[in-house]
């Protein structure tokens, strides 16, 4: 078997039928559907039931709720393809030769990387795409392409834009931390870091679907704590002796991002009592220096010009601005 799609399912009742069918529709068929119905108290487990009735290629797995982390790593233990691709059960693949395209344009790597555009689940409307894998030189080296993909800021974290060989992930013991929001941008370092070899498919193929009541578009102090529990975290890991120049230099600049992603975080997170973390915030202020892409850099001069309190302010009146 080639591919194993895992599909982490809680209350998704309105969606997860799109997402499966669109799985199923694929011109390539030599694949797996795992269906990880996390504790779900709507119609979910019994639509998941259905489709595995249905369909011989999708398994079920149903457990009590865990979050969606240890949805993936049990959908993970019980994936048997040679390579691996996580979906979220409210997107799904707007092209029918997505995994077609994928076993065009691998030849054994580790990891392939491909795009998404983001669904308003409002309006139905889909925003195009805003970065590209047009610069990465096909033929360098893997880690000067990922030195690549930082730089022109198309490195995301996210498990479902990528698919990644299934014995790199079960020989390195990857998986996801369980009670951890932004558990991804945890786990890509251990990926990336682990990983040999890489191809970029410069193509949309993910409906990543917006929705107003998402866990992402909901921001609490556990998110926050979280974020700068992991930007810690990996900054000292990136000053350990087991990495190579090169990769410290690549974890550094990825951090530089989520830093100024942090900066908007914290914007948006109502909770006064978010001014405990400042002190800690502004420690890590240090990261911004290794960015590589424009946000980072142009955030880095303005905040060594202005503070912390300023910096905050204007990227909360440009947030504002932008919706």
């Not at 995994?99 to 998404?116: C, N, Q, R, S």
């Not at 998986?175 to 558990?183: I, K, N, Q």
């Not at 990769?247 to 100024?260: C, F, N, P, R």
């Amino acid at each position: 078997m080639f591919f194993s799609i895992v599909i982490p399912v809680y209350n998704v009742e309105r969606y997860l039928s799109e997402c499966v069918d669109s799985l199923l529709e694929q011109s390539f068929d030599d694949f797996e559907i795992i269906l990880v119905d996390d504790g779900a108290t709507d119609t979910s487990p019994a639509l998941c039931d259905e489709y595995a009735d249905r369909d011989n290629r999708v398994k079920v797995i149903h457990k009590t709720n865990g979050g969606q982390s240890s949805a993936r790593n049990v959908g993970t233990e019980e994936a048997r393809g040679e390579y691996i691709i996580y979906i979220d059960s409210d997107d799904f693949i707007m092209d029918r030769d997505f995994l077609k395209k994928i076993t065009e344009a691998m030849d054994g790597e580790d990891v392939v990387f491909y795009k998404h555009k983001k669904f308003d689940d409002t309006t139905k409307a889909f925003s195009e795409c805003t970065y590209s894998f047009a610069g990465v030189d096909g033929t360098a080296p893997y880690l000067d392409r990922l030195r690549t993909m930082i730089q022109a800021d198309a490195f995301f974290g996210m498990p479902w834009n990528k698919c990644i060989r299934r014995s790199m992930i079960a020989d390195k013991k990857i998986r996801f931390e369980e009670g951890l929001t932004g558990e991804d941008m945890d786990w890509i370092f251990y990926v990336v870091l682990n990983a040999k070899s890489m191809v970029t498919i410069d193509e949309p193929f993910v409906a990543y679907r917006q929705r107003s009541n998402s866990v992402t578009s909901s921001l609490k102090i556990k998110n926050l704590h979280d974020y700068i529990m992991i930007l810690e975290k990996w900054y000292a890991m990136a000053q350990e002796s087991i990495y190579s120049a090169q990769e410290k230099e690549i974890v550094l600049a990825a951090l530089a991002k989520y830093y100024s992603n942090l900066l908007i975080m914290y914007t948006r997170v109502k909770d006064r009592s978010k001014h405990e973390y400042d002190r800690r915030i502004k420690r890590l202020s240090k990261i911004l220096t290794y960015g590589l892409s424009r946000r980072p850099q142009l955030i880095s001069k303005f905040y060594r010009a202005v503070g912390f309190a300023v910096t905050v302010s204007a990227l909360s009146l440009l947030d504002k601005m932008k919706k």
